[in-house]
Each structure stands twice: as structure tokens, then as C-alpha cells.
């Protein structure tokens, strides 16, 4: 399984920005595939996961609707779309798959398989 994930970048507060994650390499119609966060200094923390086949999704607290994760089933895209971003924002966003997850491990990382690489959001106050 490879994950890619790109569309990182500097933007300003109360900005916008679309990440994506592109799976390869198996059918992850069964996965959960989830955005996670590390900012510098801090630990890995859950953004926000989608159940592939139902299209269930599931945020952290932090997002308030600021965040939408979504799915291209033809694509086999995971996407991101970050909106109202603060300054706070700022990390390392990773995306992830398990296809062997319940919904109650869905926001540790350590239940993730696949990983992809990081994508740097810089969100400048």
C-alpha cells in the first residue's frame, strides 16, 4: 500500500487549503483512512478519519467545522479541505490506513497500517 499525500503549503490566517492523499497498491474499500497532525514539539494528534465503503466521518474536537474530509472513490483520493485556518494549524499533516480498525481506535495512530508521507501546512498569523 502507498499513500501520497501532497498540497501543503504557507497560507494565512483564515486561509484555505486542500490537502489530498492518493492510495495505491490495494483496494481500500474496506479501510478507515484517517489525517493526522504533528506540529513541532507536540505528539501526533487524530484530525479526522473516514470510513471508505459507508463515507462515515469523524473529527477531532479541535476542527469545529473548520475541516472536511472527503473520499474520490474513482480516484482513490482522500482529501482535506481546511478552512478558517489559524495559526494553531500549523503541522505536519500525515495520512493514514488500516484496514483492520474499530471505530473506537480510530483516532490512535499506533491502529494505523499504512502511512503516508507528511505534508507541511505553515499557517502564518
Known amino acids: 500500500v502507498q499513500l501520497q499525500a501532497s498540497g501543503g503549503g504557507l497560507v494565512q490566517a483564515g486561509g484555505s487549503l486542500r490537502l489530498s492523499c492518493a492510495a495505491s497498491g490495494v483496494n481500500i474499500r474496506s479501510y478507515y483512512m484517517g489525517w493526522f497532525r504533528q506540529a513541532p514539539g507536540k505528539e501526533r494528534e487524530f484530525v479526522a478519519a473516514?470510513?471508505?465503503?459507508?463515507?462515515?466521518?469523524y473529527y477531532a474536537d479541535f476542527v469545529e467545522g473548520r475541516f472536511t474530509i472527503a473520499k474520490d472513490n474513482a480516484k482513490s483520493t482522500l482529501y482535506l479541505q481546511m478552512s478558517s485556518l489559524k495559526a494553531e494549524d500549523t503541522a505536519v499533516y500525515s495520512c493514514?490506513?488500516?484496514?483492520?480498525?474499530?471505530?473506537?481506535?480510530?483516532?490512535?495512530?499506533?491502529?494505523?497500517?499504512?502511512w503516508g508521507q507528511g505534508t507541511l501546512v505553515t499557517v502564518s498569523s
Open positions: 493514514a490506513g488500516s484496514s483492520h480498525l474499530i471505530l473506537s481506535s480510530i483516532r490512535d495512530p499506533r491502529h494505523y497500517a499504512y
Open positions: 473516514i470510513k471508505w465503503s459507508s463515507g462515515s466521518t
